[in-house]
């Protein structure tokens, strides 16, 4: 426990091992320092402000979180860690829910992190390759942190005010997360190629090998039900995730 607090904390592990960490960042040791929840944070969750934002949890997080380390370094995955570890902490391992008419009782505490491939690390370096199967077209590309998703949204809600029927977000978050495409770097010809030659076949093998590959938690449930057995329903995730009174 740390000493200048008078209540408990827990060490995370991080899906990432903090392999795609700088080495002088924090996060590099792979674990991450966080308090137990307190009225102060149940006040966070019930702040309107933040639900309209849709910045609830990150609020909330950010306010967890003991370890000095800056917010928006964060990869996805290991954000979502940090978020089950916090629901554990707070209010329990069983999570219970709606689920097409039904109760459904998840227990967090059994959900699996993704096995990653450490000998594809390069250690404080977030950049790998992908040859895409159709085109050979080699490509590198990087692990979305939380504030490459800031940027990714704010970049989608611009495009949706200049034409409001569009929805551009895979694009964009593709032309975020590449890094070269061909040795290139260029940001024009990044965009270029997303836009203009990136053919739908590859994209989606793309996609499939990211979430293959990529560090986080698997936030899936199996449910059974009256009209048969479904596999890999996402668990919902919102303010009732902590709080179903919220």
């Avoid at 991450?32 to 307190?38: A, G, L, N, V, W």
């Avoid at 995955?77 to 902490?89: E, F, P």
């Avoid at 890094?179 to 203009?196: H, M, P, Q, Y």
Wanted: charged share 30%; proline share 4%; glycine share 6%.
């Amino acid at each position: 426990m740390s000493d200048t607090l008078k209540f408990p904390t827990e060490i995370i592990e991080l899906p990432s091992k903090g392999l795609v960490y700088p080495e002088d960042n924090p996060l590099s040791s792979g674990k991450i320092e966080m308090k137990y929840m307190t009225a102060k944070e149940e006040d966070i969750l019930t702040n309107q402000n933040y639900i309209k934002k849709g910045t609830v949890l990150d609020e909330l997080l950010k306010s967890l979180i003991i370890t000095k380390i800056n917010y928006n370094d964060l990869i996805v995955g290991d954000k979502n860690a940090i978020l089950v570890a916090a629901r554990i902490l707070g209010y329990g391992k069983d999570y219970t829910f709606s689920y097409k008419g039904e109760e459904v009782t998840v227990d967090l505490s059994e959900l699996d992190s993704n096995e990653i491939d450490e000998s594809t690390y390069v250690k404080g370096v977030n950049e790998f390759s992908y040859t895409l199967p159709t085109t050979g077209v080699v490509i590198t590309y990087k692990i979305l942190s939380h504030g490459d998703e800031k940027k990714i949204t704010q970049e989608v809600n611009g495009l949706k005010k200049l034409k409001p029927n569009s929805n551009s977000e895979l694009s964009t978050r593709l032309k975020h997360m590449i890094l070269s495409v061909n040795g290139d770097t260029e940001t024009k010809a990044i965009r270029d190629f997303v836009d203009n030659h990136f053919l739908a076949r590859d994209s989606r093998a793309f996609r499939q090998h990211i979430k293959q590959t990529q560090p986080d938690v698997n936030l899936k449930f199996d449910f059974e039900g009256p009209e048969g057995y479904e596999i890999g329903i996402d668990i919902p995730v919102g303010v009732n995730f902590f709080w179903p009174d919220a």
